[in-house]
């Protein structure tokens, strides 16, 4: 069974930046596209970036452009979501999920002075 397993969550104020990851275990990972999604308390779990299966292609929600950046590493199995220049309202569990379905545990990401 794939198991996904986010980390790189923590505290961070408005303007810092954070890094995740999400390790896949036994899975062809270079087969699937994968996507980040994010959910703050009382809202729905939105889509922010996506990314194709060979890395070559992405695609970012208008709220994250040019802040954010998702790359994938097929040799070591792992999702990247580098977020620059964070801003409070990007405080959400944030959540990996392949374009099969499975999803990681979250981890939760916090940007407050």
């Known amino acids: 069974q794939v198991q996904l397993v986010e980390s790189g969550g923590g505290l961070v104020q408005p303007g810092g930046s954070l890094r995740l990851s999400c390790a896949a275990s036994?899975?062809?990972?270079?087969?699937?596209?994968m996507s980040w999604y994010r959910q703050a308390p009382g809202k729905e779990r939105d889509l922010v970036p996506a990314?194709?299966?060979?890395?070559?292609?992405?695609d970012y929600a208008e709220s994250v452009k040019g802040r954010y950046t998702i790359s994938k590493d097929n040799e070591k199995n792992t999702l990247y979501l580098q977020m620059n220049a964070l801003k409070p309202e990007d405080t959400a569990v944030y959540y990996c999920?392949?374009?099969?379905?499975?999803w990681g545990q979250g981890t939760q990401v916090t940007v407050s002075s």
């Open positions: 999920k392949t374009d099969f379905g499975q």
């Open positions: 036994e899975f062809i990972f270079s087969l699937s596209g």
């Open positions: 990314i194709t299966g060979d890395g070559l292609l992405t």
